[in-house]
């Protein structure tokens, strides 16, 4: 069981930036593949970006690249999105996951999540 809480959200304006963290309780944080998502309304909910186990490997949807990084630091159980040039079709709740493999992409193959995060980006 790994329990997931996310922090950092808010309100920015377009071309800001923000740094998303997810905290994660287990001891075995440093074993699992990390991942964020975000879903916006009436939308469906998307990959963001994947981090192996030990931050070796990376993945981005092509929407985010050179935007937007992901990193982890296993020794506080942390893992982070930082975010920069945000544009307003990036507004939606973003939520970290957690799962054993790096191959995964889709949701359905994610075992743990988080609560989620809300992120505006005004124009």
């Known amino acids: 069981q790994v329990d997931l809480v996310e922090s950092g959200g808010g309100l920015v304006q377009a071309g800001g930036s923000l740094r998303l963290s997810c905290v994660g309780s287990a001891r075995t944080f440093g074993d699992y593949a990390m991942a964020w998502f975000r879903q916006a309304p009436g939308k469906e909910r998307e990959l963001v970006a994947v981090i192996n186990f030990n931050g070796v490997s990376t993945y981005y949807t092509d929407s985010v690249k050179g935007r937007f990084t992901i990193s982890r630091d296993n020794d506080e159980n942390t893992m982070f999105l930082q975010m920069n040039d945000l544009k307003p079709e990036d507004t939606a709740v973003y939520y970290c996951?957690?799962?054993?493999?790096?191959?995964?992409?889709?949701?359905?193959?994610?075992?743990?999540w988080g609560q989620g995060t809300q992120v505006t980006v005004s124009s």
């Open positions: 996951a957690a799962d054993p493999t790096f191959r995964a992409r889709a949701s359905y193959e994610f075992d743990y």
